[in-house]
């Protein structure tokens, strides 16, 4: 099943803001809802994004996203070490009728 | 608060089959779907199916059809992977979330499936 596009990886030093790319088709992205998970190492990962843009109640506001045609963006801000994990966006394919996720991005603190 | 506990580790042979399974708690189970993502050693991750409870339907990733079946049981508000004809590619981390064409909002501690 065909993924979605992300850049393996986003360095940045404390405090700076990143942008993560994930591109997609008019099948998923283009037409559903984004969700953005995190993941650290050896652990399962953690919805911090739905619905394009939307935070669950403990996700900090540091964190926030957006979408536009068959393109969303996350973006974190006031970057903190702890925010060194894995980034995977993800999206409902109505073509494929799959859930599709992006290859992963591993955002890296300087 | 939403629990989802997963089975254990598995040592399977090629050829053989594999059942995982996913207990959750807190939430009204039959208004949820769960789905099955695994992810192999550093790798991404990928969807094998989701299985919508009150319909009692599931769905598949077109890589999977015919080789993964997913059920639940109400009763025990459990959702079952059963995978079979494992390959040597069939060993990854195996996680139960809950959701389905939504968001996955909440994620199992995932079960470590070894084919050798």
């Known amino acids: 099943q065909s993924g979605l596009t992300q850049p393996p990886s986003v360095s940045a030093t404390p405090g700076q803001t990143i942008t993560i790319s994930c591109s997609g088709s008019t099948s998923n992205i283009g037409d559903e809802d984004v969700s953005w998970y995190q993941q650290f190492p050896g652990k399962a990962p953690q919805l911090i994004i739905f619905d394009n843009h939307k935070r669950p109640s403990d996700i900090p506001d540091r964190f926030s996203a957006s979408k536009s045609g068959t393109s969303a963006t996350l973006a974190i801000a006031g970057l903190q070490p702890g925010d060194e994990a894995e980034y995977y966006c993800?999206?409902?394919?109505?073509?494929?009728?799959?859930?599709?996720f992006g290859s992963g991005t591993q955002v890296i603190v300087l | 608060q939403v629990q989802l506990v997963q089975s254990g580790t598995e040592v399977k042979q090629p050829g053989s089959s594999v059942r995982v399974s996913c207990k959750t708690s807190g939430g009204i189970f039959t208004d949820f779907a769960f789905s099955w993502v695994r992810q192999a050693p550093g790798q991404g991750l990928e969807w094998l199916g989701g299985i919508i409870i009150f319909l009692n339907k599931a769905t598949y990733g077109q890589r999977f059809q015919g080789r993964v079946t997913i059920t639940a049981d109400k009763s025990t508000a459990t959702v079952y992977l059963d995978m079979n004809t494992l390959t040597i590619e069939d060993t990854a981390l195996y996680y139960c979330?809950?959701?389905?064409?939504?968001?996955?909002?909440?994620w199992g501690q995932g079960s470590r499936v070894t084919v050798s």
């Open positions: 993800g999206s409902w394919d109505n073509v494929l009728s799959a859930k599709v």
């Open positions: 979330a809950r959701g389905r064409n939504g968001p996955f909002d909440f």
